[in-house]
């Protein structure tokens, strides 16, 4: 079994839809919480960042992490075409800075 | 200039050739990284540097070696390449507290 699990869709989604990605993981010890963005052809980019549970906000975008259940969701409200990517979770305990990344999710928004 | 370099873009090499993938950063970051991307598997940990005399195995190791020439520059080698580690590489640099990766636009490299 992998240390995180996501579903690697494809997900297509018309333009204004809201977006909704998980993935659930194993490791107890894993306190900073990430999801990346990935164009095509290009590295991936840091899109939230959350230390431990709770939920956290930035524009169109919310990320939540439920410790308890080992699971974290990213929410894009307003859904634009321009947010087609491939969207990665990663994860890392508090001593160990190496990130562990899900597959990645691939969205398509559709004008 | 990009914060993290990493050269060349694309390359295809023949089996049994060795080839050298180069990463530079302006970060200023001590932890440098080199991931592997394959399709349905996500990124994967080859080897991590967090100072230039402290280089670690990652999860998938086995094929390939680093060299952490200064702070700055962390290449990776496959010293006899082989069909199965085509994929796309990245580079990738942190600073001391867990605030997230900058990576490299990758390398795409073909062996054929």
């Known amino acids: 079994q992998k240390e995180v699990e996501q579903d690697p869709g494809p997900l297509s989604v018309p333009e204004g839809a809201i977006v909704s990605l998980n993935c659930t993981y194993s490791?107890?010890?894993?306190?900073?919480f990430m999801w990346y963005r990935q164009y095509s052809r290009k590295g991936p980019e840091l899109l939230m960042y959350?230390?431990?549970?709770g939920n956290k906000e930035d524009g169109r975008f919310t990320a939540q992490v439920d410790k308890s259940s080992k699971y974290i969701s990213l929410f894009i409200r307003d859904s634009q075409p321009s947010d087609s990517a491939t969207y990665l979770c990663?994860?890392?305990?508090?001593?160990?800075?190496?990130?562990?990344f899900g597959a990645g999710t691939t969205v398509t928004v559709r004008a | 200039d990009a914060d993290v370099t990493q050269t060349p873009r694309n390359r295809i090499t023949k089996t049994g050739k060795r080839i050298m993938l180069e990463c530079s950063q302006t970060k200023g970051h001590d932890r440098m990284y080199w991931y592997r991307q394959d399709p349905g598997l996500g990124l994967r940990l080859i080897y991590y540097?967090?100072?230039?005399?402290?280089?670690n195995k990652g999860e998938i190791s086995d094929g390939y070696s680093v060299s952490r020439q200064a702070q700055a520059k962390f290449s990776l080698s496959l010293e006899s390449a082989i069909p199965n580690q085509t994929a796309l590489y990245f580079c990738a640099t942190s600073d001391p507290g867990m605030s997230g990766y900058t990576f490299g636009s990758g390398t795409r490299l073909t062996v054929v």
């Open positions: 540097s967090f100072d230039v005399k402290d280089i």
């Open positions: 959350t230390y431990s549970s």
């Open positions: 490791n107890s010890a894993f306190q900073y």
């Open positions: 990663a994860m890392s305990g508090s001593n160990d800075y190496k990130l562990s």
